[in-house]
């Protein structure tokens, strides 16, 4: 029982359990030791399969997962570039729409400054002519006043017609007065625009009513000031008489036509025998 019970609890060595030769050799006597070679072949075999099994299902879980992340990657790709395209193509539309305003914006300030050129440039040479009239009508009445009693006739109708020069010439100072306000107004930041249009409209009716603006044409020359006078200083500016253009072209036009006005008023007054030569 003792030797029993020691083979039994020899686990490094239990019995018959370790391939080992057939102490009897390989004769007709020889026992079945060979047999422990197969009984653990085929564990060991089933170890083998199981391990080609379970690497091969793992590289096909491997490839599984790899090829639905490459989809992924694929699919948020191709919508991150969709989307950045009609970002793109969003933006360089809504440039190409402000770029079409802006060269609309820049044609219209071309023509409004082609415009300003060819009025000023006109005034310009209306203004000459009418200095080059002024000046003959100076010339004229040194020559008159040069020949007696004519130039005594000429005179007496000039002296007639102070009363009109003065009231023509006060009126302009008042439109100049006006003006000044009115483009101070439209190039103010604060001040409202309706309260500039009512400015406006008070200067159109005071010349539709005033007699002497009406023979001068006052009006259609002030709507063209109000329709092109665009024309603002710098914003620290503190001058009011430093903004507007267009309309000290037209306030100095206006005053050599009231000086040409009067001239030809005292040559009709002449020509009308409503002047005699003075007699002694």
């Not at 790709?77 to 933006?91: H, P, V």
């Not at 020949?147 to 006739?153: I, R």
């Not at 003065?166 to 100049?176: G, S």
């Amino acid at each position: 029982m003792g030797q029993m019970a020691a083979s039994m609890n020899n686990l490094n060595d239990p019995p018959r359990w370790n391939i080992q030769p057939d102490p009897r050799g390989r004769g007709a006597g020889a026992g079945d030791g060979n047999q422990w070679n197969y009984a653990l072949l085929v564990p060991m075999l089933g170890l083998a399969a199981f391990r080609w099994i379970w690497t091969r299902e793992s590289q096909r879980e491997i490839q599984n997962v790899k090829a639905q992340y490459d989809k992924d990657v694929f699919t948020i790709k191709s919508e991150m570039e969709a989307r950045y395209r009609e970002t793109l193509t969003e933006r360089r539309r809504a440039a190409a729409v402000l770029e079409l305003e802006l060269e609309k914006e820049r044609q219209r300030v071309r023509g409004y400054k082609q415009a300003l050129i060819s009025q000023s440039q006109q005034l310009m040479e209306e203004r000459k002519q009418l200095q080059q009239e002024r000046e003959a009508l100076e010339e004229e009445k040194q020559r008159l006043v040069k020949s007696g009693a004519a130039g005594a006739v000429l005179h007496h109708a000039l002296e007639r017609e102070n009363n009109w020069y003065q009231r023509a010439t006060a009126t302009l100072k008042e439109l100049e007065s006006l003006l000044v306000e009115r483009q101070n107004a439209y190039c103010s930041l604060i001040q409202p625009r309706d309260q500039r249009l009512e400015m406006e409209k008070n200067m159109l009716l005071k010349v539709v009513k005033d007699p002497i603006a009406t023979e001068l044409n006052l009006e259609s020359d002030l709507k063209d000031i109000f329709k092109r006078d665009k024309h603002c200083a710098d914003l620290l500016n503190m001058d009011k008489r430093k903004n507007g253009s267009l309309m000290w072209v037209y306030l100095k036009y206006w005053q050599l036509q009231v000086t040409v006005q009067k001239h030809r008023r005292a040559e009709e007054a002449i020509l009308g025998g409503k002047v005699q030569p003075c007699t002694k």
